[in-house]
């Protein structure tokens, strides 16, 4: 038996693997090894299960002081196609949709500077009042770290306030990759990567439930990457706030990066990796938006067990060339997790299955 293949039937028996043998196994072993194990995971955790959410997106402003080379989606402010969302406007998108069965409102934005500290609680509050019994996902930790430089709190008391507003869960975003070498390559201005976790943790510890990315497929080597899942697999065994890790494929239009993203082997192999290392984070997304629904689906195969959701507005992924549609039908997505052989089951934020 060779090294990968003890490594192979190391995870089979449940055991973990560790950082090295992670990279033995993504780099040597062949594509349909690797799936196989995979989906024997995702398999007797969820069986046939595919999860989605009924969920919407909004993306409340796209002034960002930050200027990160792999976004499309920013602007300056003035700037042609800057645009914020007043509480208003943000009550009549939730109200337009009030006679659907949204379980989720998930929100992020750009870091603007001329929003007052009270605009975010305010959107949060108004939310609530409008639908009661929505989760609110909202506010990655880079947004959560600049408001709090910017209004002199801790990021605990923000998030504790966010919280008390309405906020149930943050979404993994502004993770990229957290090696900081890379980092002044991608996001200079960004928070570091310890950062990103040292603030996830502080949510946990306020029993706030968080989900975790990374994005890769642009300068990033395998290295990286596995250093990433290793920085989240530690955070999880200490602190068990992790609900999913979602792999998010690097978008390569209407950016300054000029890196031409994953292609479909690469975005397998990330999927199939991510569930068999990350032992301890219960759900591994694929995450349509960015995939594309055809690689989703096959991602299915590959260890994914959630499939995101219905979304509609979704504007930053598409802002950087995603050419997916911007939002699906129950009964669309429900067709295509059929289709790849798996049975969607409908759940919340927090992955509990809706009767």
Same mark, same amino acid.
């Given at each position: ?96 949709? %009030? ?7 998930? %929100? ?110 642009? %300068? ?60 301890? %984070? ?74």
């Amino acid at each position: 038996m060779n090294d990968t293949q003890r490594i192979i039937e190391k995870a089979k028996q449940g055991l973990r693997i560790s950082l090295k043998e992670a990279l033995q196994l993504v780099k040597a072993a062949s594509i349909h090894d690797l799936g196989r194990l995979a989906y024997q995971i995702r398999t007797k955790l969820y069986a046939d299960q595919a999860f989605y959410v009924y969920n919407q997106h909004i993306n409340y402003t796209n002034i960002c002081q930050n200027a990160c080379r792999f976004c499309a989606y920013s602007k300056r402010p003035g700037q042609d196609g800057a645009y914020t969302y007043s509480i208003d406007q943000i009550k009549e998108a939730i109200k337009s949709r %009030i006679n659907e069965p949204i379980q989720e409102v998930h %929100i992020v934005g750009g870091l603007n500077p001329d929003l007052p500290y009270s605009y975010y609680l305010e959107l949060l509050k108004s939310i609530k009042e409008i639908r009661p019994g929505v989760k609110i996902k909202a506010f990655t930790a880079v947004e959560i770290a600049f408001l709090a430089d910017k209004y002199d709190l801790s990021p605990a008391r923000v998030l504790q306030e966010l919280h008390e507003a309405g906020l149930d869960a943050l979404p993994g975003g502004g993770a990229e990759v957290f090696d900081p070498l890379l980092r002044q390559k991608l996001c200079p201005e960004k928070i570091s990567g310890q950062k990103w976790l040292n603030i996830h943790k502080k949510a946990h510890n306020l029993g706030i439930p968080t989900n975790c990315t990374m994005l890769f497929g642009h %300068i990033e080597t395998w290295e990286d990457r596995i250093n990433h899942l290793e920085s989240l697999r530690n955070l999880q065994d200490e602190t068990g706030g992790f609900l999913c890790f979602i792999p998010l494929p690097y978008q390569p239009a209407n950016n300054n990066l000029k890196a031409e993203g994953p292609d479909g082997l690469d975005f397998l192999r990330m999927i199939a990796i991510s569930r068999i290392f990350l032992d301890n %984070i219960p759900h591994i997304k694929a995450y349509w938006v960015f995939a594309g629904i055809k690689a989703a689906q096959l991602a299915l195969w590959y260890g994914a067990d959630d499939f995101d959701g219905t979304i509609v507005e979704e504007k930053i992924g598409h802002a950087a060339g995603a050419d997916t549609p911007r939002g699906l039908t129950i009964k669309n997505l429900c067709k295509f997790i059929e289709k790849a052989g798996f049975r969607p089951v409908q759940r919340d934020t927090f992955f509990k299955v809706r009767a």
